[in-house]
């Protein structure tokens, strides 16, 4: 979906590097979200917003931090990546008090 | 704890066939429910959604039916296409929880 912009698409870093995910939304949506997607293992919830002063922890929040900057940004944060960590991330929004999510295109991250 | 799974991981359908997705869940307190599709590469897409005062409702060639009594969703995709091949997942929440997402299933069409 355009209206839910992801950068970088791909991203190849090392062990130790500190590395940030960006994601962009004109929906005009107060909530957002961060997921990682392992095969297998479905969608996970890393963190949450559901306004500019609100973060959440989700259900894999160790090794990662995230920035509500504005309404329409929300940044994952890496501080120090670790193999592990190497996966599909996507970026998610909703309307206050719906639940109906509209999902990212994706960051590919891979961790060497 | 609270998990939403499915019964299957892959499905093969034969072009023209009707398809059944299943979802089961656990949280009795889940009030919203939503399937999404996942094509490869790209993000998972909203399908339908059905709020828990509901046990069924359509949209174009799909239809969702819950069932609270066994705690049961399911996606029913009419004349499955081609297009259709992709990976679907239930997802639920109660609320103002974040939505939980089952891990998913497969469906693969045979032309």
């Known amino acids: 979906d355009a209206d839910v912009t992801q950068t970088p698409r791909n991203r190849i870093t090392k062990t130790g590097k500190r590395i940030m995910l960006e994601c962009s939304q004109t929906k005009g949506h107060d909530r957002m979200y961060w997921y990682r997607q392992d095969p297998g293992l479905g969608l996970r919830l890393i963190y949450y917003?559901?306004?500019?002063?609100?973060?959440n922890k989700g259900e894999i929040s160790d090794g990662y931090s995230v920035s509500r900057q504005a309404q329409a940004k929300f940044s994952l944060s890496l501080e120090s990546a670790i193999p592990n960590q190497t996966a599909l991330y996507f970026c998610a929004t909703s309307e206050g008090g719906r639940e109906t999510q509209y999902f990212g295109p994706g960051t590919r991250l891979l961790v060497l | 704890g609270e998990s939403v799974g499915l019964h299957l991981p892959t499905l093969s359908v034969q072009e023209g066939d009707n398809s059944i997705i299943n979802c089961a869940y656990s949280?009795?307190?889940?009030?919203?429910f939503i399937w999404y599709k996942q094509e490869s590469g790209k993000g998972p897409q909203f399908i339908i959604d059905?709020?828990?005062?509901?046990d069924k409702r359509q949209g174009q060639r799909v239809t969702v039916l819950l069932n609270k009594t066994v705690k049961h969703l399911s996606l029913q995709i009419a004349a499955t296409q081609p297009g259709d091949s992709a990976v679907y997942f239930c997802a639920e929440n109660s609320g103002n929880t974040p939505l939980v997402f089952g891990k998913g299933t497969r469906l693969s069409v045979i032309a």
């Open positions: 949280n009795s307190a889940s009030d919203y």
């Open positions: 917003s559901f306004d500019v002063k609100d973060i």
């Open positions: 059905i709020r828990s005062n509901m």
